[in-house]
């Protein structure tokens, strides 16, 4: 083989390792005020991180650390009280309402404890919901809502109601209406505190094998040792700082 060959190769990897690592997320001197009788409280503290696409990373610390504010700032749920965090090449804190929606409903999903699963509408129906402010054809929304449910084994039961659901068939149709409109982002907010360890343990397989599929970057808030141990990177919150940044479960960072 050529040296001439050899670099073209080297340099044809490189591109395709950058893209595949493209950051998506990208949080600078992160911090968070909210008023506090009087006074304000500082739920985050300088925050620094930035995320690639398709990671598995869990934010863990004790109640109080931060770890829903910081979640819902990426989610554009919130905005910085100071610094600057930038999804998908968004800057959060200057989005309108209209765009910070916007940058939800087609861009990031969103999985909490509680399924929040509307109890007069069938599993069908609530998957499809997601899609109705998207401009598709009763026919796309059909097959792009009987895909989601085939990704997590509840293809069988599209017309049953949330009160016949288990819990983690529950949670199941909460993952596919987060999936359904293949987000880039995927926010998990104590997705398993809910289920068991059987049904905790197949919810998180379940989710690493979309994120391996769809390349979708996954970012949890736990204290689940379950989920821990699926995670390939863990950020750890303490009374709203950073105090470590771990590559876990990866033979190699990515970056």
């Known amino acids: 083989m050529t040296w001439a060959v050899m670099a073209f190769g080297l340099c044809w990897y490189t591109i395709i390792n950058q893209m595949d690592t493209k950051e998506i997320i990208r949080?600078?001197?992160?911090?968070?005020?909210?008023?506090?009788?009087?006074?304000?409280?500082?739920?985050?503290?300088?925050?620094?991180?930035?995320?690639?696409?398709?990671?598995?990373?869990?934010?863990?610390?004790?109640?109080?650390?931060?770890?829903?504010?910081?979640?819902?700032?990426?989610?554009?749920?919130?905005?910085?009280?100071?610094?600057?965090?930038?999804?998908?090449?968004?800057?959060?804190?200057?989005?309108?309402?209209?765009?910070s929606a916007m940058l939800r409903n087609r861009h990031i999903g969103f999985i909490f404890q509680v399924y929040n699963l509307l109890p007069v509408y069938t599993v069908f129906e609530n998957v499809e919901f997601a899609l109705l402010l998207q401009n598709f054809s009763a026919g796309e929304r059909r097959k792009k809502v009987?895909?989601?449910?085939?990704?997590?084994?509840?293809?069988?039961?599209?017309?049953?109601?949330?009160?016949?659901?288990s819990g983690g068939e529950g949670q199941r149709v909460a993952i596919a209406r987060a999936m359904v409109k293949r987000p880039e982002i995927l926010i998990a907010d104590e997705p398993t505190a809910n289920l068991d360890a059987r049904n905790a343990h197949a919810i998180v397989r379940m989710m690493k094998q979309l994120n391996k599929e769809l390349e979708t970057t996954f970012l949890f808030s736990t204290h689940d040792?379950?989920?821990?141990?699926?995670?390939?990177?863990?950020?750890?919150?303490?009374?709203?700082?950073?105090?470590?940044?771990?590559?876990?479960?990866?033979?190699?960072?990515?970056?």
């Open 225 to 255: 040792e379950k989920v821990m141990g699926y995670l390939e990177r863990i950020i750890r919150l303490e009374d709203g700082k950073m105090v470590s940044d771990e590559w876990v479960n990866v033979k190699t960072k990515k970056t």
């Open 146 to 165: 009987m895909e989601a449910l085939e990704w997590v084994g509840l293809a069988h039961m599209p017309n049953k109601r949330p009160d016949k659901l």
């Open 27 to 99: 949080i600078e001197q992160l911090t968070k005020r909210f008023r506090d009788g009087e006074g304000e409280f500082t739920a985050l503290h300088k925050i620094g991180l930035s995320f690639g696409r398709g990671e598995f990373a869990g934010l863990l610390g004790p109640s109080g650390s931060g770890k829903t504010t910081l979640l819902n700032i990426v989610g554009s749920l919130d905005k910085p009280t100071e610094g600057r965090v930038t999804v998908l090449g968004k800057d959060i804190a200057r989005l309108t309402h209209k765009e």
